[in-house]
């Protein structure tokens, strides 16, 4: 009697990459500006969270401001655009 192998056929999930949305530090927007349009664009950042990442880019020119799928990233960096900030996504690696 020979024994057979079976293959599963299991369906895997791929986890979409993810994608960093960063904003960069400019001279043309209020810090009272940029902390606003960040806690109407990404729901989820607390006042202080916003305040932080405002702070992080005025001091090194650039800052993260949330980690997530690349269409929701795409949506936070050309709404953060539309308000006048500088944004720019990229592959969290």
């Known amino acids: 009697m020979s024994v057979q192998t079976i293959e599963k056929n ?6 979409a990459p993810r994608y960093r949305v960063l904003l960069h ?3 043309y927007n209020s810090m009272e ?11 989820s950042l607390t006042q ?3 305040v932080s990442i405002m702070m992080e880019a005025h001091h090194n020119g650039l800052a993260l401001v949330i980690t ?6 795409e949506f936070y960096c050309e709404t953060l655009k539309s ?8 592959p969290d690696e």
Do not use: F
Request: charged share 15%; net charge negative.
């Open 10 to 15: 299991s369906t895997t999930r791929k986890i």
């Open 33 to 43: 500006y940029v902390v606003q349009v960040l806690l109407t664009t990404v729901s």
């Open 25 to 27: 530090n400019d001279d």
């Open 48 to 50: 202080p969270q916003a």
């Open 83 to 90: 308000h006048g900030l500088s944004s720019t996504i990229e």
């Open 68 to 73: 997530c799928a690349q269409e929701h990233a």
